[in-house]
C-alpha cells in the first residue's frame, strides 16, 4: 500500500475493514496484513462468509437484493466491531474497500450512512484497490446514477421500464441544465461510483457525446457507460463516437433480437473508433415492473432490485430508483393512473449536504406499493423490429429436454 500516512496521521491504531468484496478474499487478506505488520489492530466487518457470501453472490449476479437482510449485517458487522475495539482504544478508524464498481453502490452508501448516525464518518477512510491507495473523503460518495439523455426510442420494445416505446416526439434531456445538476452533485458528493446515460435510446440525442464529456468533467473517475439498443451506431456521426472515446465512456449494448442481426457492424463500427464497449446477455423476455393494483409496499421495497439505480430528472430531483420517476414524466401517455408522491424523490437542491441525500434515497417510498417486484410478469420481447430468431442466432444455450 502506498499511503499508510493518512491512517498514521490520526494517531489511531485500531482499524475496522469493512469490506463486501465477493471474489477477492486474499487481496483483503494481503490488507489486513500489511496494516498489522505497520502496527494497526485490524478487525474485519461486513465481510461476508459462509453461507450469508453465497447468497448475496447470487442475488447480485440476479440483481435481486434483499436489502433488510443485508442492512441487518451492516448493522450487526459495524456495532460488533465498534464493540471489540472500543475495548482496546477509544477510537477506531474504518477503512471501506472502494472496489464496488459495479452499480450496487447501495451497500457502500448504506455504510457511510451508519457512520454518519452514529457521528463517525470523519473517521472513515476507503481503500481504492486498483490503485492500491487509501483515501479520505470530505463528502460521501454516490453508488449509482442514471439520467434519461432521450426520452423516445427506435425500437420501441413493449413493456419497456421507461415508457419510451409510448413516446412518438423526440424528447431530450436538457444539456444546460445537466451541467449544472452536475455541478450540484459535485458539491454535495465526492465523487460517483458508476454513471449511466440511458434513455430511450441515447444515440437519438445528437449532444449525447457533450453530456458523456461533461460527466467526466465533473467526475473524472466515475465508471461511465451509455447505456443503447446498439442499432444506431454504425450510422451515428464519427464525431459523437470521438466525444464518447475522449469521454473514456464505455458503450453498453442491450442485446435485443434486432441487435444480434446488427452485432458484427456495430462491433466494426466501435473497434474503428476505439470506443470500448460491452454487449448484455441475450434479451429474449421482458417483464412488468409496475402493476395496476397497489401490494404491499414493505414487502415490494424488501425485495426489490432496483434499490441503487438511482435516477436524476431533468429538473433536479433524485429518486431511489427509476420506477416512480419515469411513470411520473409518461403519465400523460399512460392509461392506468395512479398517484405519484412528491414524497418520492428529493430535490437536490433542498438538502443540506451529501448525507441528506444519501438517507432519502435509502427510504422505502410511496411508489413501492405498485411495484412487482415478487409478482413478475414475463412474457418475450416484442420490438417494432418483429424478426424472429432462433436460440442458436441468440447466442442462448437451452439445456435439452431428455
Ligand atoms: S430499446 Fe430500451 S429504451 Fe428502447 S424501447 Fe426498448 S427497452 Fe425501451
Ligand atoms: S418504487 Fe419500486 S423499484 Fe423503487 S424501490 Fe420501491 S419497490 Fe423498488
Known amino acids: 500500500m502506498q499511503n499508510f500516512e493518512l491512517l498514521q496521521a490520526t494517531g489511531i491504531r485500531d482499524i475496522c475493514i469493512v469490506s463486501y468484496q465477493l471474489h477477492d478474499d486474499a487481496r483483503v487478506q494481503e490488507l489486513k496484513d500489511v496494516l498489522q505488520k505497520n502496527g494497526f489492530r485490524v478487525r474485519m466487518a461486513g465481510n461476508m462468509d459462509g453461507l450469508m457470501r453465497r447468497y448475496v453472490t447470487y442475488k447480485l449476479s440476479e ?31 474504518y477503512l471501506l474497500i472502494d472496489q464496488l464498481k459495479t452499480g450496487d453502490g447501495w451497500l457502500h452508501e448504506g455504510v457511510q450512512i451508519q457512520l454518519e448516525k452514529k457521528h463517525l464518518s470523519d473517521r472513515l477512510f476507503f481503500y481504492d484497490v486498483k490503485s492500491d491507495r487509501i483515501m479520505k473523503f470530505e463528502k460521501p460518495v454516490l453508488g449509482y446514477l442514471e439520467f434519461d439523455v432521450s426520452g423516445h426510442c427506435n425500437l420501441r420494445c413493449k413493456g419497456c421500464s421507461h415508457y419510451s416505446n409510448l413516446v412518438k416526439e423526440p424528447v431530450w434531456g436538457n444539456l444546460d441544465r445537466f451541467r449544472e445538476h452536475l455541478s450540484r452533485l459535485r458539491e454535495v458528493f465526492d465523487h460517483i461510483e458508476v454513471f449511466r446515460l440511458v434513455g430511450g435510446e441515447p444515440f437519438l440525442n445528437p449532444d449525447v457525446g457533450q453530456f458523456a464529456a461533461a460527466v467526466r468533467e465533473a467526475f473524472p473517475d466515475a465508471t461511465l457507460y451509455v447505456v443503447s439498443n446498439g442499432l444506431l451506431i454504425p450510422h451515428v456521426k464519427g464525431e459523437i463516437l470521438d466525444a464518447i472515446r475522449e469521454s473514456k465512456a464505455v458503450v453498453y449494448i442491450s442485446y435485443y433480437p434486432p441487435t444480434v442481426k446488427m452485432a458484427e457492424k456495430i462491433k466494426e463500427r466501435l473497434d474503428e473508433y476505439k470506443v470500448p464497449y460491452t454487449f448484455s446477455k441475450p434479451i429474449r423476455y421482458f417483464q412488468y415492473e409496475v402493476g395496476e393494483t397497489a401490494g404491499n ?52 437542491y433542498s438538502v443540506k449536504d451529501g448525507y441528506e441525500l444519501l438517507r432519502q434515497l435509502h427510504r422505502q417510498i410511496p411508489f413501492c406499493k405498485y411495484c412487482l417486484t415478487r409478482k413478475k410478469i414475463m412474457f418475450p420481447w416484442q420490438g417494432s423490429y418483429p424478426q424472429e430468431l432462433t436460440d442458436d442466432e441468440m447466442g442462448v444455450h437451452r439445456r435439452k429436454k431428455k
Open 63 to 93: 440483481r435481486i437484493t434483499n436489502c433488510q437482510r443485508i442492512k441487518r449485517r451492516i448493522r450487526y458487522s459495524l456495532f460488533s466491531a465498534g464493540r471489540m475495539l472500543q475495548g482496546r482504544s477509544r477510537n477506531t478508524l
Open 297 to 348: 409496499g414493505t414487502s415490494n421495497h424488501r425485495h426489490c432490485s432496483f434499490i441503487s439505480c438511482h435516477i436524476l430528472s431533468d429538473d433536479g430531483r433524485l429518486c431511489l430508483c427509476d420506477p416512480p420517476m419515469v411513470y411520473q414524466k409518461n403519465m400523460s401517455r399512460l392509461n392506468v393512473k395512479r398517484e405519484v408522491s412528491e414524497d418520492c424523490w428529493t430535490d437536490l
